[in-house]
């Protein structure tokens, strides 16, 4: 029999990203699935522990096994600002017009450009919890490059690349991202 899960979240970006990956050996859910509209609140102060709050949330009221995912982006300069508050960094949620403005603001006149893009899977199986690290590291450029992606990638530049992840494309991108790395390491626990 399929093993079952609910991913918490309804970005069917991310749903699709996942669900290539694991393939039909697993039969996924997305919280709309459940009939869950809950808006789960992110309060906690680091990754793992907003990750594991929305896990928690889907296990403890659905009684259904389920993963959830948290990302920042953490700048060597800015001691690993943005982090947890990346999506809403310059104040307004999810502009990342204003989050990219902020950030280059922040950087200016800095030497130090490096930067790392750091995703954390919370799975909870049978009461278990599990934690996931997906991590890609690269700098921060001054001037924004690119139309493809979302948040930071025009500004990002992965180590080895030469193109931010908005001019490498989604297919490029999803290949070597933190969200693509943490993913691979669920889906080896999840299918081993
Ligand atoms: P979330 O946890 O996936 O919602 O990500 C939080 C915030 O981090 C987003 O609102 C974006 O600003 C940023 N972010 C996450 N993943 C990416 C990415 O792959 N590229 C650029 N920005 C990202």
């Known amino acids: 029999m399929r093993k079952k899960f609910v991913f918490a979240t309804n970005n069917a970006h991310k749903l699709e990203e996942v669900s290539a990956i694991l393939g039909d050996k697993v039969e996924l859910y997305s919280m709309k699935d459940i009939d869950c509209y809950d808006d789960i609140p992110e309060t ?18 659905y009684h259904k096994d389920c993963f959830a995912d948290d990302t920042g982006l953490e700048v060597e300069a800015l001691n690993g600002a943005p ?26 006149g800095v030497e130090n450009r490096k930067a790392r893009f750091r995703t ?41 690349y030469t193109q931010t992840f908005a001019e490498m494309g989604n297919e490029e991108k999803n290949k070597i991202s933190h969200r693509a790395v943490a993913t691979k390491k669920l889906c080896k626990f999840l299918l081993k």
């Open 44 to 61: 906690a102060d680091t990754l793992e522990g907003n990750a594991l709050l929305k896990a928690r949330y889907i296990y403890e009221h």
């Open 120 to 160: 954390v899977f919370a799975l909870i199986i049978d009461g278990k919890e599990h934690l996931f690290e997906g991590i890609v590291k690269g700098e921060i450029i001054k001037n924004r490059r690119g139309t493809s992606g979302f948040g930071y990638d025009p500004i990002f530049v992965p180590e080895g």
């Open 83 to 108: 982090g947890v508050y990346s999506a809403r960094y310059a104040g307004d949620a999810h502009n990342s017009e204003a989050n990219m403005r902020k950030l280059l603001h922040d950087l200016e």
